[in-house]
Structure formats: structure tokens, C-alpha cells
């Protein structure tokens, strides 16, 4: 299977990696970035290409003659990728955060009998697959909270938090209205809002506010009850608040010493540096998704705990892992025929096909990303 990765970023690395590791793949990685394609030179399997990827023309050209594409490209670009991916007629897996919704593009998937995959991270991603196979396997589902967040492992002032994302895409958490849903009907928050604080064993007290990331499923679900909150060390959502609200992340270009800029990409650019980790820096992924219902005629409350770690033995992040293997697990689904239906496929979709479903919860097992899943009676 002939597969190409557009975006070698942090988090393409970790996924061209693991799919190199598998010896039925021929693997190809894409990006215009010459140092960040450098860092996969000398790896077994890999083929690199440089390109620009934010032109529709060479994704096009990039993709032709290859079985499956992963998407892995900022979120800025994201939506344009995918469309041009789809129109090439390629099977894909994405996880790019992009702003656009990403059902425009299914009549023309279903046209061009492609399998397009979206959201296909830790969360959306994993998180949206656990609530699909609730909603298969349950009588009912009433209610559906998801916390989740990377963290750099030693907090270091002032904002205690590294990325292996672009700024650009981390940045979208912060701005973007964040949608909610309560007692059936879809509400509007604003981002960085509604502060609340949780202790969670092994990590001690974080934070948690609203962002946007239910995304397909406030189209896909009928769950009457549905958050999502993003975690970071308590202190963080004012201080992005304070830099929001005096618009460091405004869009709207202003003319500063007779140059025309966004506020937003100078935000970003240096952002970028104080985000970036350290080399070998660790990390940690923390997630924790609340499905409450009845099974079996009983009121129940399980509870998925996900505390991952930086994985030192390969040098790979804890969110580059998080993510990138629950995706390159959505790549081996398709590649097995798991999922064979055309179209724009959320991750709930595969969350709610049981054979899809445990196969990616064996693949992130064996790789180490592992759920602790709890029951208790729920009132």
C-alpha cells in the first residue's frame, strides 16, 4: 500500500514513523520544510519530497498514484488539502483543525467513492470514537463529557505549556466560540470560559475550560448533553484571555511602522518559540471522557482516564503520540476493509463499527496509549 503524509510536523514525524514500521506500506512524506524533513532522513521505508502542500496543484500531483493519504497539515490549509485530496480520488485519514465543517465535502467523497476520515486525533478523534460506540452498544445516552490537554511534564514560566501543534491551530482553541450542547439544543460559549478545576491522580489539580471540540458530533449525535473543555496548568486561561481580549490575536491587519500585519501571525510567530519544546523535553497527554446512560436497563457512568507520557525510549512526545497513532490506527482500519463506506467519515463513524472501534483501542494498547475504563451506577 502506497501511502503519502502531507506535513511533517511534529506529529506527521510520529505518524510517517509508525507507518514505515509496517513492512506492507511504501511511505512518502510531503512538506516544503527542508529541516523538518530532514529530521526523518536515514529512516527505513521513508521516501521524502519537498513541496509546497498549501498549493492545490502539488497536492494533487503529490498524492497521484498513492493508495491512501494522512492529512497533517496546519489548520489554516487543512479544508483545502482535503478537497484537493478528494478530488484526486485518494483515501484519506486527516487531522487537521481546520474551522470549516467538514460535511461540504461530503457529496463530492461519495462521488469520487473516497473514504475521507476527519477529526482523527486524540480528541476530537479517540474521544468522539468512544462516545460512537456508546451510542452502538447502549440502550440510551444521556450525557457526554470529554477533558483533554497536553502538557509539558516540568512547568516553566510564563505559560507553562509547550506545542507540538502550529500556533496558528492552538491559538484557533482560544478564539474560536466554543459550542456546547445542553438539554438538546446546541449553545454557544465563549472560548477559555467557565473555568473549572479537576485532580487527577498521578497529575495533581488542572484546569479546564471551554473550547470548540465536539466539532462532527453536534451534527452526528442526538446525546442531549455534550461538553468538551481543554486542560492546561491552572493560571493559563486568563492569561490567554489577557492576551485575546487586548488583541494579540486579532485578524484584522494594522499598519505598524508602515508595514500592514495581523496582529495574529506576529502573535503566532513568537508564540512559536516560546512554545516550542526543548529537544527531548517530556510531556504528558491527559484525558478524561464521562459517558453517562442506561445499559442494560440500569443508569450507568463509565469513565475512560488516558495519562500518557513521552516516550523516551524513541524520543516521540506524548501528543505526538496521542494523536498521531490513533490516526495511523484509522489507517490500518482502512486498510484491513474495516470501513469501506464512501463519503466523509467522522471519527465517531468508526467509533460506532465494533470491529473498527477495538481495533484501534488494540493498536494505541500495543504502542503503549493506554485507556483506563471505569463503571459505576449512575443516579
Given at each position: 500500500?502506497?501511502?503519502?503524509?502531507?506535513?511533517?510536523?511534529?506529529?506527521?514525524?510520529?505518524?510517517?514513523?509508525?507507518?514505515?514500521?509496517?513492512?506492507?506500506?511504501?511511505?512518502?512524506?510531503?512538506?516544503?520544510?527542508?529541516?523538518?524533513?530532514?529530521?526523518?532522513?536515514?529512516?527505513?521505508g521513508?521516501?521524502?519530497?519537498?513541496?509546497?502542500?498549501?498549493?492545490a496543484?502539488?497536492?494533487?500531483?503529490?498524492?497521484?498514484?498513492?493508495?491512501?493519504?494522512?492529512?497533517?497539515?496546519?489548520?489554516?490549509?487543512?479544508?483545502?488539502?482535503?478537497?484537493?485530496v478528494?478530488?484526486?480520488?485518494?483515501?484519506?485519514?486527516?487531522?487537521?483543525?481546520?474551522?470549516?465543517?467538514?460535511?461540504?465535502?461530503?457529496?463530492?467523497?461519495?462521488?469520487?467513492?473516497?473514504?475521507?476520515?476527519?477529526?482523527?486525533?486524540?480528541?476530537?478523534?479517540?474521544?468522539?470514537?468512544?462516545?460512537?460506540?456508546?451510542?452502538?452498544?447502549?440502550?440510551?445516552?444521556?450525557?457526554?463529557?470529554?477533558?483533554?490537554?497536553?502538557?509539558?511534564?516540568?512547568?516553566?514560566w510564563?505559560?507553562?505549556?509547550?506545542?507540538?501543534?502550529?500556533?496558528?491551530?492552538?491559538?484557533?482553541?482560544?478564539?474560536?466560540?466554543?459550542?456546547?450542547?445542553?438539554?438538546?439544543?446546541?449553545?454557544?460559549?465563549?472560548?477559555?470560559?467557565?473555568?473549572?478545576?479537576?485532580?487527577?491522580?498521578?497529575?495533581?489539580?488542572?484546569?479546564?475550560?471551554?473550547?470548540?471540540?465536539?466539532?462532527?458530533?453536534?451534527?452526528?449525535?442526538?446525546?442531549?448533553?455534550?461538553?468538551?473543555?481543554?486542560?492546561?496548568?491552572p493560571?493559563?486561561?486568563?492569561?490567554?484571555?489577557?492576551?485575546?481580549?487586548?488583541?494579540?490575536?486579532?485578524?484584522?491587519?494594522?499598519?505598524?511602522?508602515?508595514?500592514?500585519?495581523?496582529?495574529?501571525?506576529?502573535?503566532?510567530?513568537?508564540?512559536?518559540?516560546?512554545w516550542?519544546?526543548?529537544?527531548?523535553?517530556?510531556?504528558?497527554?491527559?484525558?478524561?471522557?464521562?459517558?453517562e446512560?442506561?445499559?442494560g436497563?440500569?443508569?450507568?457512568?463509565?469513565?475512560?482516564?488516558?495519562?500518557?507520557?513521552?516516550?523516551?525510549?524513541?524520543?516521540?512526545?506524548?501528543?505526538?503520540?496521542?494523536?498521531?497513532?490513533?490516526?495511523?490506527?484509522?489507517?490500518?482500519?482502512?486498510?484491513?476493509?474495516?470501513?469501506?463506506?464512501?463519503?466523509?467519515?467522522?471519527?465517531?463513524?468508526?467509533?460506532?463499527?465494533?470491529?473498527?472501534?477495538?481495533?484501534?483501542?488494540?493498536?494505541?494498547?500495543a504502542r503503549?496509549?493506554?485507556?483506563?475504563?471505569?463503571?459505576?451506577?449512575a443516579?
Amino acid at each position: 500500500m502506497r501511502i503519502v503524509v502531507l506535513g511533517a510536523g511534529r506529529v506527521g514525524n510520529a505518524i510517517a514513523r509508525d507507518l514505515a514500521e509496517h513492512r506492507g506500506f511504501e511511505v512518502t512524506v510531503a512538506d516544503r520544510s527542508r529541516d523538518a524533513l530532514g529530521r526523518l532522513a536515514g529512516v527505513a521505508g521513508l521516501r521524502v519530497v519537498e513541496v509546497d502542500v498549501s498549493r492545490a496543484e502539488v497536492v494533487a500531483e503529490t498524492v497521484a498514484g498513492h493508495d491512501l493519504v494522512v492529512g497533517a497539515v496546519p489548520g489554516p490549509i487543512g479544508f483545502a488539502t482535503l478537497r484537493s485530496v478528494i478530488e484526486a480520488g485518494v483515501n484519506t485519514v486527516d487531522i487537521s483543525f481546520f474551522e470549516e465543517d467538514p460535511f461540504e465535502l461530503h457529496k463530492l467523497a461519495a462521488s469520487r467513492n473516497v473514504v475521507a476520515v476527519v477529526d482523527c486525533g486524540v480528541a476530537p478523534g479517540l474521544s468522539s470514537m468512544i462516545l460512537g460506540h456508546c451510542e452502538a452498544t447502549w440502550d440510551t445516552v444521556e450525557s457526554f463529557s470529554c477533558w483533554v490537554g497536553g502538557l509539558p511534564t516540568v512547568r516553566h514560566w510564563p505559560y507553562e505549556y509547550r506545542s507540538v501543534f502550529s500556533p496558528i491551530d492552538v491559538i484557533a482553541e482560544y478564539t474560536r466560540p466554543a459550542r456546547l450542547v445542553a438539554n438538546g439544543r446546541v449553545v454557544t460559549r465563549p472560548a477559555l470560559s467557565e473555568v473549572e478545576l479537576l485532580d487527577l491522580p498521578g497529575v495533581g489539580t488542572l484546569e479546564a475550560f471551554n473550547t470548540d471540540g465536539l466539532r462532527t458530533l453536534l451534527r452526528t449525535s442526538t446525546v442531549p448533553t455534550m461538553k468538551e473543555k481543554t486542560m492546561r496548568y491552572p493560571g493559563h486561561a486568563e492569561m490567554m484571555r489577557m492576551l485575546r481580549d487586548s488583541g494579540f490575536f486579532g485578524e484584522q491587519p494594522l499598519e505598524v511602522a508602515g508595514v500592514r500585519l495581523r496582529p495574529l501571525d506576529l502573535t503566532a510567530r513568537l508564540l512559536s518559540d516560546a512554545w516550542q519544546p526543548s529537544e527531548g523535553e517530556e510531556d504528558m497527554t491527559v484525558m478524561r471522557v464521562e459517558v453517562e446512560g442506561t445499559l442494560g436497563g440500569a443508569a450507568v457512568r463509565h469513565r475512560w482516564d488516558l495519562v500518557d507520557r513521552y516516550d523516551r525510549s524513541r524520543g516521540v512526545s506524548s501528543m505526538a503520540r496521542t494523536t498521531g497513532y490513533t490516526c495511523t490506527a484509522a489507517v490500518h482500519a482502512l486498510a484491513a476493509g474495516l470501513h469501506r463506506r464512501p463519503g466523509v467519515v467522522p471519527p465517531e463513524d468508526l467509533g460506532r463499527n465494533q470491529a473498527c472501534f477495538d481495533a484501534v483501542i488494540a493498536y494505541l494498547a500495543a504502542r503503549g496509549v493506554m485507556l483506563r475504563h471505569s463503571v459505576e451506577e449512575a443516579s
